[in-house]
Nanobody
C-alpha cells in the first residue's frame, strides 16, 4: 500500500511564494510519475504540474512560468515551488503518485492567496 502526504500550504499575499512538499511512502518498488492537481471551490480538479521518473515536466497553462515542480527520487518526494501567486491560485492542492497498482492521492493542502 502506498501513502502520499502533502505539506507546506498556508496563507500568502498576492505576489508571494510558497513551497509545497509531497512525500510518498509504503510499498514503492520503483520511481514513479507524480503530479500536483488543485481544486478551487465550485470548480473541477485541474492539473497543476507533473513530473516523470526521469524529470520531464508538464505544467497547466495557468501556472507556466510561475510554478516549478521538482523531485528527490531518493526520498520519494516531489516539490512544487510556487511564485508570483495570484488570488486565483487559491485552492486545495493534491499530490498523487502513479504506480502499477493505480493512482494514490493525498488528502490535500490548502493554499490561500489574499489580494
Amino acid at each position: 500500500q502506498v501513502q502520499v502526504v502533502e505539506s507546506g500550504g498556508g496563507l500568502v499575499q498576492a505576489g508571494g511564494s510558497l513551497r509545497l512538499s509531497c512525500a510518498a511512502s509504503g510499498r514503492i518498488f520503483s520511481i514513479n510519475p507524480m503530479a500536483w492537481h488543485r481544486q478551487a471551490p465550485g470548480k473541477q480538479r485541474e492539473l497543476v504540474a507533473a513530473i516523470t521518473p526521469g524529470g520531464i515536466t508538464n505544467y497547466g497553462d495557468s501556472v507556466k512560468g510561475r510554478f516549478i515542480i521538482s523531485r528527490d527520487n531518493a526520498k520519494n518526494t516531489v516539490y512544487l515551488q510556487m511564485s508570483s501567486l495570484k488570488p486565483e491560485d487559491t485552492a486545495v492542492y493534491y499530490c498523487n503518485m502513479v504506480t502499477r497498482s493505480g493512482i494514490t492521492w493525498g488528502q490535500g493542502t490548502q493554499v490561500t492567496v489574499s489580494s
